[in-house]
């Protein structure tokens, strides 16, 4: 297994396509810091805002690139027949690679990390410590967030073991599903449920806030809620999807 981890992760590492995508997702969010900042009253305001707004394309980007190296590469060259083949359980290449996942974005997400950071000394930005733990946040939900849609997503891969349909199903989950629950709950009778507030991003939204207000309890009980139920139940129905799936060798 741990052979499979470095071979995975030297594959994805050397591919062009992903890094390119993070590169303009990153080149898009400077010029839209530089046009714009020195006319804004609040230099520090402004930069954060447009971060946190922008950011969330650069994480849509990691996912997608991560899905690319990992699953939809896999499938496409049919590796895991070969590996399984030769007495790797299944269980251990859905693990591999969900471990390959959580280390590939975080290595993406610590580089754009280190890149805003430099953005920020670059235009003399100085957070209060309130703005530094709203930006840490934002980092460590965002990371959160990815991992989440891209198991939900594996789902779909192992089901299908096609990489358009996880592909898909990727982009339904992280964009489509969020606008629907926000629009069923402003037009419907629903709305006093809020639904929305129970998804990836609903959950992830409320624990940030919670650790803003310093209420740490339920911070962390959505952080935890999130990652049992979305992240480790993606896991284990995509291992129990995998582990009863017909394989052609």
């Known amino acids: 297994m741990r052979r499979l ?35 804004s009253a609040d230099r520090t305001y402004f930069f954060l805002d447009t971060v946190m707004t922008k ?30 083949g030769h007495g790797l359980s299944r269980e251990k290449f859905v693990l591999a690679k969900f471990v390959d996942l959580c280390l590939l974005t975080l290595q993406m997400q610590m580089l754009a990390l280190i890149y805003v950071l430099i953005l920020k000394a670059a235009y003399g930005i100085d957070f209060s410590s309130a703005q530094t ?46 606008l629907t629950l926000i629009m069923f709950g402003l037009f419907s009778s629903f709305a006093v449920n809020h639904l929305e507030k129970y998804y990836v991003s609903g959950l992830l939204s409320s624990a940030g806030s919670d650790f803003i207000l310093g209420d740490y309890t339920s911070g962390i009980l959505n952080l935890l809620f999130t990652i049992v139920v979305y992240v480790f139940g993606s896991l284990a129905l995509t291992i129990l999807i995998f582990r009863r799936k017909e394989l052609e060798f």
């Not at 994805?12 to 714009?36: C, E, R």
């Not at 733990?133 to 198991?151: E, H, P, Q, R």
């Not at 997503?153 to 898909?168: R, T």
């Open 5 to 39: 981890l470095e071979a995975d992760l030297r594959r994805v590492a050397g591919k062009i396509l992903p890094w390119v995508l993070i590169v303009l997702s990153l080149i898009w969010l400077t010029i839209s810091l530089w046009l714009d900042i020195d006319d």
């Open 55 to 84: 950011y969330s394309f650069v994480s849509l980007v990691i996912g997608f690139s991560a899905l690319m190296g990992i699953y939809a590469d896999e499938f496409k060259s049919m590796v895991m027949i070969g590996v399984i």
């Open 133 to 178: 733990k709203f930006f840490v946040l934002m980092f460590v939900t965002d990371y959160i967030n990815t991992i989440a849609f891209v198991s939900i997503a594996a789902i779909f891969y192992f089901l299908s073991e096609n990489a358009v349909i996880g592909m898909v199903a990727f982009l339904a989950f992280e964009l489509v599903i969020p």
